[in-house]
């Protein structure tokens, strides 16, 4: 009879445990992160143009998650502006994309940072900050946030799909925006026959540890 009510308690005695488990905070991990930012040609010549690749470097921030509540997760990620590095030879291989000459990415570097496009000298930092997650019918989290970029900053929803094992989350997913969320417009040559797209794809792989 003591083991028969033994029995029944013991769920009972496990609630708090399972009530108690916390969200968990991860640190990112900038060597293993990899947040790129893609750019199609467009206009009557796109054919005599180029996609394009930016990488961005030395990522930081935190994931504060929870398994059973990712409703209340918490997501910051900020990167710094004039460590963009654009067209890396080995990321454009690995993307399909035709090689690109020295001359020809140091002036679209250039570009990249001018007044006009990220205008990095006055806006030196991209941040992202969650603002609300909920889980998706696929398995994924759709993480709401804002994204500034250049000074301006709009409200996203990005799709992501976690892992956590063995103390480390890894996230994956992709986003598109536009020059006009952030008051911009795209690089444009020739009046305008040759240009970059509106759209711009990001592309996140995020690696964060958990915190000691």
């Not at 108690?20 to 992160?33: F, G, K, L, N």
């Not at 020295?102 to 030196?124: I, N, S």
């Not at 609300?132 to 993480?143: F, H, I, T």
Request: aromatic share 2%.
């Amino acid at each position: 009879m003591l083991r028969t009510a033994l029995l029944r308690c013991l769920p009972l005695c496990l609630l708090p445990a399972v009530a108690s488990a916390a969200p968990v905070t991860y640190r990112i991990d900038p060597a293993e992160t990899e947040l790129l930012a893609l750019t199609r040609p467009a206009g009557l010549l796109s054919g005599f143009s180029h996609p394009h690749v930016i990488a961005a470097r030395a990522a930081a921030g935190e994931v504060v998650h929870d398994d059973e509540a990712p409703q209340d997760d918490r997501v910051t990620v900020e990167v710094r502006a004039d460590q963009l590095e654009n067209d890396d030879p080995a990321l454009r291989e690995r993307l399909g994309m035709k090689s690109l000459g020295a001359d020809d990415r140091r002036k679209v570097g250039e570009a990249l940072r001018a007044a006009d496009q990220l205008d990095v000298a006055a806006h030196p930092r991209l941040r992202f900050t969650s603002t609300a997650v909920r889980r998706l019918e696929d398995g994924l989290l759709e993480v709401t946030g804002t994204l500034e970029l250049r000074g301006v900053a709009a409200e996203v929803r990005l799709p992501v799909r976690v892992e956590v094992k063995e103390g480390v989350l890894r996230g994956e997913g992709t986003l598109r925006i536009t020059h006009r969320q952030f008051g911009f417009k795209p690089v444009s040559a020739a009046g305008g026959t040759i240009r970059n797209a509106e759209e711009i794809e990001l592309h996140l792989r995020l690696v964060a540890r958990a915190a000691p």
